[in-house]
């Protein structure tokens, strides 16, 4: 997992960190999407490789933090699949999403890789 410190200007100022590897990201990202009242997470990533690409399947799950007034909105899985996902030298390839739970594969990107 990459983690990156973000300061302030003002040097006494409390340090932010923002991770970068791509569960966090892809978590931030649905996290935005479905709004507050859930709480995402990753259940699983598993390396995946075929002859000519590699990359990893995220397994996460939806939850209501709060039962009774928290539900997905209708068109959350067309929001989903429609997302431009920012994942610097990684991109979405596939994604299935079933009731609360989405398995997303992100492929290395061998155009765009990660610091150019």
Known sequence: MRVEQISGQ???SAR???????GSLLL???????GPGHDVKMIRERPWAS???SGTRHY??????VQESATLPPSFAEQLSEHEFDLP????????VDEMTIEILT????VRPVGT
């Open 10 to 12: 003002n040097p006494n």
């Open 107 to 110: 492929i290395n990107d061998p």
């Open 51 to 53: 002859i000519t690409f």
């Open 28 to 34: 931030e990202q649905i996290s935005a999407l479905v």
């Open 16 to 22: 932010k960190i923002r991770r970068t590897d791509v």
């Open 89 to 96: 030298g990684h991109f979405v390839a596939d994604m299935l």
């Open 60 to 65: 996460v799950t939806i939850r209501q933090a």
